[in-house]
């Protein structure tokens, strides 16, 4: 069988959490799927209608950023330097009032995708208000992606009265559910302490009978610990877990503050999960035991947040401050070794994804995620391993970009987006931030 | 007067360390030295012999790299995930034993040169043996640099017999001193636990002979408190204090364990500490308390050390890093705002280097070290604040550099580097290397 498209004479990282390297790799893909992914002399000389040289390059699987909120682009860097408690009630929630509106969150969410697209992420979760802009976005930038509508009981955008939150979310669920093989809709429950018992249990019952995830942001900050020891119960983990929320399709996201009895919780249950340690440290809230918790059997990926507390959506730098904050923090330079923190971000991301058959491999019966970056650079000389891409690859260095057998980026040019109108309309609407 | 070259229509940062944006800005270059920067308007339609198209564009000072071991950029990613310790005595010397050589030193300097100028450094510190070939290669490239010889009491690469160390320094400094202006003759004692108190105070004596710099490793690790605090004295810091060292020319590299009255000290003689926080962090040699270091007056510059533990020499992530890392280490979302370690990266490292009158301002009457980085990007939009410059920058927005009114890099392209006879010629080398 031709391919669609076949990756020629490159080097060729398969499977990223072993590190094992092919020098003269090729990759083919038809439609969607990869046909065959390795040495170049074992594939023959088929043809192939798009041929893509390889030469100079590194191709790999895409990354997986389990985390996000696409439309705080618009924020970005708004509100730097400032506690989680001040950073969300007194800038983030009142910019969020006056300027999130459904072209917000579409061109923003547009700009989101370009900065992923450009920087190698390839599949990610999101979870928003007008939930149903941001996947129209990602599908329209070709992006695989879980879109997840936030429940919070707060006035909310699209949803001003709060006790319509799990309606609206049925809503969505009912409008994308099955619609775009590339955007698998979810819930996203915004935390313990801003939706109340009864909300929670309801949006988990919703979630069960859609069979979609539910993300929520858990044990985030030592004050989130405190606010809820008092009236509800020991620790955030144990709250959920007491309210009969947790289970594999439950994705807990930060866990900073998780302690061991929580972890055995998360074990227990299969539920994953999400790391940010960029905004976690951004914010100071804290930072999660990635080595218990990997020794306890939990799940876990990583997500960059959204980019009001980060500042970037690069997974590469995600993964990089990752590595190194779990040294220090464990004082150990083995802590978390590079080939662990890649296979974070790219196989282990991928199964938490949750769609179908997605592995984060490049095999042949596999999706077609692929990047290939740019090893022609003096910052990725000499090569001598995979670990470069933790500690010294950037986003920056990825050139081409296919998703499910599509080319969105192709030698660092988008296909999917038109970016210029993008970033005109996201500074036409910063004017009015500030 | 006209401009040798004129940077028009730019967003100016004149002044990293006091965040004030200039809209519509220009800079005017005469010879090696800023001659107008400020306001478009107030600039006139005076004529310039090059003029630089700044739209788009945010033009700054270029940034100062104080630690560096140049020719390391051969041991990349070659021992990752390992203690100091382990790391140095098993790997990196072993490997520097078999590899060092006058060809090797030039051309793995010619590397990171490179990789620096297309990452926004201008100005940089190094220390390592062979000195005299970085020397080289960073006049070669055109790089503005403190250029210091090894001093180790061990057999190193062009000195086999340690007690001819302290003579083959005298030997490099008097071969450099007043050679080029670019270039500045430094020492760099290895560490206290390398050198003995005679070499200390000999390498000490011989730089104020020739009123130049000593740099020396201190306080990095735990275990070098331990080891120096049975034989010599109650810390590392006041091991050098006792020894008459200390002074504003000796730069005290790392500090990660400097305690309080360390600091006192470190304060009181007004000797520079330079922090690497990802080589810190890396190796878990621990993280030094920033906050309360600038508390206490101590000044301070920021470095990536040798890129084979960071693995990286991109300034615009050490400054990411280390703003990050402070919060996470104090729990304190303030601890260091963006604009103090935008200072650090530009007007205190270009004081703490020692260059005459190099103040990391643009402004009339300084040296022309200046970057213009590209905006149009999605991570840079929307630019609200500089603070984006250490949060969601990074060294590949940098597009063109000027070191001394000299353009080195243009639109991306090096203009003093043949980067693919270096990239072969390293990797050549690499190849013996595993």
Known sequence: MDADILITNTLLLPDPGNSTLIQSGCVAIDGGTIIYAGPMEQYGDRRAKRVLDGRGMLTMPGLVNLHGHAPMTLFRGLADDLELADWLSNHIFPAEADHVNPEMVYWCSTLAAAEMILSGTTTTADGYFLETEVAHAYADAGLRAVAAQGIIDFPAPGVPDPKDNVEAAASFLDAWQGKNPLIKPALFAHSPYTCANTTLQRAKDLA???????????????????????????????????????????????????????????????????????????????????????????????????????????????????????????????????????????????????????????????????????????????????????????????????????????????????????????????????
Chains 1, 2 share one sequence.
């Open 208 to 434: 069960r009978e859609y069979n979609v995830q539910l993300y929520i942001h858990v044990a985030e900050t030592e004050q989130e610990i405190a606010m809820i020891k008092e009236p509800l119960g020991p620790t955030p983990i144990q709250h959920l877990q007491a309210l009969g929320i947790l289970d594999t399709q439950t994705i807990c996201v930060h866990c900073t503050w998780a302690d061991d009895n929580d972890m055995d919780i998360l074990a227990g249950q299969g539920s994953p999960v999400i790391l940010c340690p960029q905004s976690n440290l951004k914010l100071a809230s804290g930072m999660a035991d990635l080595p218990l918790m990997l020794a306890k059997g939990v799940r876990v990926g990583l997500g960059t947040d959204g980019c009001a507390s980060n500042n970037s959506l690069d997974m590469f730098r995600e993964m990089d401050v990752c590595a190194k904050v779990q040294k220090l923090h464990k004082l150990d330079p083995v802590a978390v070794p590079a080939k662990k923190i890649l296979a974070m971000a790219t196989t282990d991301g991928a199964f938490l994804s949750g769609f179908p058959g997605h592995t984060g491999v490049l095999a042949a019966g596999q999706p077609a995620d692929i990047i290939l970056l740019d090893l022609q650079q003096p910052h990725l000389t000499p090569f001598h391993t995979s670990d470069l891409l933790v500690y010294a690859a950037g986003g920056s260095d990825v050139r081409t970009v296919i998703i499910n057998g599509r080319l969105v980026l192709e030698q660092g040019r988008l296909l999917t987006i038109n970016i210029k109108e993008t970033l005109n309309r996201v500074r036409a609407m910063a004017i009015a931030v500030q």
